[in-house]
Nanobody, 117 residues
Framework: QVQLVESGGGLVQPGGSLRLSCAAS???????MGWYRQAPGKQRELVATITRGGTTNCADSVKGRFTISRDNAKNTVYLQMNSVKPKDPTVYYC????????????WGQGTQVTVSS
């Protein structure tokens, strides 16, 4: 069982920056990692993903503002958030899809991001 722990959330002003971290309890070398977000009363939506090989993909709503990266040595994935907008939803979740040694999907508990002046 893999545990994912997000950190780095908090209060940020519109236009500001924040970096979220997601630390896994085990190696992420064989996992595709991702960040999702969810606003109250809305469905969870994809923010960005990064594959085992380092290929990244971002939602159109955050392209040019958010960047996903990973550090396999630290079993950690990051989400650099720049030019944060008031409409950016509040809770950010980390995800992992493992392919080895066995397949499985895992989620973190989420970290809250509040955008306010």
């Amino acid at each position: 069982q893999v545990q994912l722990v997000e950190s780095g959330g908090g209060l940020v002003q519109p236009g500001g920056s924040l970096r979220l971290s997601c630390a896994a309890s085990g190696s992420i070398f064989y996992a595709d990692m991702g960040w999702y977000r969810q606003a109250p009363g809305k469905q969870r939506e994809l923010v960005a993903t990064i594959t085992r090989g380092g290929t990244t993909n971002c939602a159109d709503s955050v392209k040019g503002r958010f960047t996903i990266s990973r550090d396999n040595a630290k079993n950690t994935v990051y989400l650099q958030m720049n030019s944060v907008k008031p409409k950016d939803p509040t809770v950010y979740y980390c995800s992992a899809r493992y392919y080895y040694p066995k397949r499985g999907d895992y989620w973190g508990q989420g970290t809250q991001v509040t955008v306010s002046s």
